[in-house]
């Protein structure tokens, strides 16, 4: 689209793919707008409106598309398979857990990788091993072969954008980066559940496992 020209929102009755528009929504707290749709499936859905036009369904289209997949490539239970339809359903699917971690932040897959034998083909030639994590660049960016490489879990853990930072002994750091700290007493598991328990975050990382003690749960 060229710099300069604001886009409208879909007319009602407008079709992308499954979905027909009906109307569009405000949501003031996030400042966005939506697009309300129903699909040809049955269900009503909701497209933040700068992703209308790659949203093709309300996340049908997915699973179906997934299904084909199982069927003709007989790789429903390889963990590459699982890799890719988990990044489709957190980008397209309204319904997914983690959908507004992705999708409703923008995140898509690029259209080349709808095609699971291409990110597969992908997936095999930039050094998958079957235990790392698909991981972006640009956590702002798409899932797409410019944006993407593969990772252990522990650094998935650390680039995440939901990883949680503690300030103690004078430097901040995420919980898996204080779970590697030579200082830390315990593992990253026992860090974190320190942490979901109120500890305060130098009591969590310098007491032994098996010494807790609940005068060290820091103040609320």
């Not at 204080?178 to 130098?202: A, F, G, K, M």
Request: net charge positive; charged share 30%.
């Amino acid at each position: 689209m060229p710099t300069g020209i604001k886009r409208e929102p879909p007319s009602p009755g407008e079709r992308v793919g499954r979905l027909v528009a009906s109307g569009t929504e405000r949501d003031h707290e996030r400042k966005q707008t939506r697009v309300v749709a129903m699909c040809d499936c049955g269900e009503e859905t909701s497209v933040l409106f700068r992703n209308w036009g790659r949203a093709k369904s309300c996340g049908c289209l997915q699973r179906d598309r997934a299904s084909e997949t199982f069927t003709k490539h007989g790789q429903g239970t390889s963990r590459v398979y699982k890799v890719w339809t988990g990044m489709k359903q957190r980008c397209a699917n309204p319904n997914n857990d983690e959908y507004k971690n992705y999708g409703d932040r923008g995140v898509y897959v690029c259209d080349e990788w709808q095609d699971f034998e291409v990110f597969a083909a992908w997936a095999e030639e930039n050094g998958y091993d079957g235990k790392l994590d698909i991981d972006r660049i640009d956590n702002d960016g798409p899932y797409s072969p410019e944006n993407c490489h593969w990772v252990t879990r522990s650094e998935n853990l650390r680039n995440t954008r939901r990883s949680r930072k503690l300030t103690a002994l004078g430097e901040t750091k995420t919980m898996i980066a204080w779970s590697e700290d030579e200082r830390c007493q315990v593992s990253y598991v026992t860090l974190s559940s320190r942490i979901r328990r109120d500890w305060n975050p130098e009591d969590a990382i310098l007491t032994p496992k098996g010494r807790w003690n609940p005068k060290r749960k820091a103040s609320s």
